[in-house]
């Protein structure tokens, strides 16, 4: 099963506005990453957030980490059309190789 | 210096046929992933290469699917008599040390179409 579900699945805003995705996992980890991903093809790397943080910022970006509630969230401010893509988060537990969740496809419209 | 590159970035095979899948990853990145992606969903787990450790094959989702990687480098995905259902986007990925601990950067991927 899925260890990262996304929530929601479909996100539709302004440009403008700002974004929040979710995701939640089960077990244990030393490592949360958030992912986007570009008309189906390769992914791109936005931020990773350890297991003793709690928040971490990347320009536009905001992460939170919720270890006690198995949660995570990715907050984009300020939105542009350019932010329209697939958001996935993932999974890390320090040897394993990550596990990523079904994505939140995000659309930004002008 | 270069990105992860895979290679074809499009294939199409007819049902039974063998293909395989290249993967050069970046220069000196230990730790070679190959996951697959069906429309609309997310990532599935193939198969993790890990310096010269085992490689674990945990992911793959039957004895048709195989991947060997040569000299520590490049990558090969085999898919033998392949069926209708192999038909998705398989992308590989690099990172430096350790899986799960660190930032994966992703190739293109391949789409790979069964008729």
């Known amino acids: 099963s899925q260890q990262g579900e996304e929530d929601p699945q479909a996100l539709s805003i302004q440009e403008g506005e700002n974004a929040t995705m979710n995701c939640s996992y089960k077990t244990s980890i030393n490592n949360l990453q958030w992912y986007r991903q570009n008309s189906g093809r390769g992914l791109v790397h936005l931020i990773l957030?350890?297991?003793?943080?709690r928040e971490k910022h990347s320009g536009r970006l905001r992460v939170t980490l919720d270890t006690s509630k198995k949660s995570s969230s990715l907050l984009i401010t300020a939105s542009r059309a350019a932010d329209t893509a697939s958001y996935f988060c993932a999974t890390g537990s320090g040897y394993s190789t990550l596990t990523f969740g079904k994505g939140t496809m995000l659309l930004v419209s002008p | 210096g270069a990105g992860v590159s895979q290679s074809p970035s499009n294939k199409v095979t007819e049902k039974g046929k063998d293909v395989e899948l290249r993967c050069d990853p970046i220069?000196?990145?230990?730790?070679l992933y190959w996951y697959r992606q069906s429309l609309g969903q997310g990532l599935e787990f193939l198969i993790y290469f890990q310096g010269n450790s085992a490689p674990d094959k945990s992911g793959l989702p039957s004895d048709r699917f195989s991947a060997e990687r040569t000299g520590g480098s490049v990558s090969t995905l085999t898919i033998q008599r392949t069926q209708q259902e192999d038909s998705a986007v398989y992308l590989c990925a690099s990172s430096k040390g350790l899986a799960g601990g660190n930032e994966q950067f992703f190739g293109p991927g391949t789409r790979l179409t069964v008729l």
């Open positions: 957030i350890r297991s003793n943080e």
């Open positions: 220069s000196g990145h230990t730790a």
